[in-house]
């Protein structure tokens, strides 16, 4: 992707952040990934839909990864043990499947990361991320996952991922709230529930933000993978489960 000085993307690509609220401005379609509900020379059998990966098929996972089979994308749910994932995909249809790790992603054009914390850094050297757009629903939780805590605490958890994940364009998505909540107010009833999106990739961010629309949710992209901790754990707009104007309330307060 194009920059101009001291790092920011330049031209068509660039986003903007005003007073803490962010608008994606005229972003191109990135190439080789097929974007939602679009078709074209790289949409294949698949119709234009992006082919997703699931890494780690919990409530998050199974949840958000549903939302989108329902939606018409290919999903593959993984774990370590893939055959434990049979009720789940077979409960979603034939656009559910499952597998490893390694077989997600080499399958996904976008892939969704909603593993244990402590789990990133193995996971991230097992696998090749390069290139590969990735929505991290990820928490770090002291207690639960190690070291790596006081990682995320000295660098922010988006540095954090995208260090683990080298390659990688990390987006943070679906970590600010509960799996029930994504189940109960999917494609409710406007104003939709707002997702909070953070990202440096601007076409990543596009992507992350059509898979949030079709999921059923409004998308607001709160600023660059820095301003990632203020929708984490312990950050103020962590659990700001409400519509895209409260979101904006609640960030300027």
């Known amino acids: 992707m194009a920059h101009g000085p001291h790092g920011r993307p330049s031209g068509r690509r660039r986003w903007l952040i005003a007073g803490g609220w962010s608008v994606l401005l005229a972003l191109p379609v990135t190439p080789g990934i097929a974007q939602p509900g679009r078709k074209g020379k790289d949409s294949g059998k698949d119709g234009g839909r992006s082919r997703i990966g699931v890494i780690g098929s919990g409530k998050i996972g199974g949840t958000v990864g549903g939302l989108w089979v329902r939606a018409g994308h ?36 976008v892939l969704l990361l909603a593993v244990p914390y402590g789990a990133v ?27 790596v805590v006081d990682e995320v605490k000295a660098n922010g958890i988006g540095a954090t991922t995208a260090k683990y994940l080298p390659g990688a364009r990390v987006v943070r998505a679906f970590n600010f709230t509960s799996a029930g909540d994504f189940a109960r107010e999917s494609h ?16 990543a961010l596009m992507v992350a933000s059509a898979l949030v629309r079709e999921a059923g949710f409004d998308p607001v992209v709160v600023g660059g993978l820095s301003t990632a901790d203020r929708f984490a754990p312990g950050g103020k707009l962590f659990r700001q489960a409400g519509t895209a104007e409260e979101f904006r309330r609640a960030m300027a307060e």
């Open 121 to 147: 850094p193995e996971v991230g050297q097992q696998n090749n991320w390069k290139g590969k757009i990735v929505l991290d629903a990820t928490n770090a939780i002291a207690g639960r996952d190690g070291a």
């Open 188 to 203: 409710r009833k406007p104003p939709l529930m707002a997702v909070p999106l953070a990202g440096n990739d601007a076409e």
């Open 74 to 109: 290919p999903v593959m749910f993984s774990s370590r043990h893939p055959e434990s994932l049979k009720p789940l995909v077979d409960g979603l249809g034939p656009l559910a499947q499952a597998g490893t790790v390694a077989q997600a992603v080499a399958f996904a054009d």
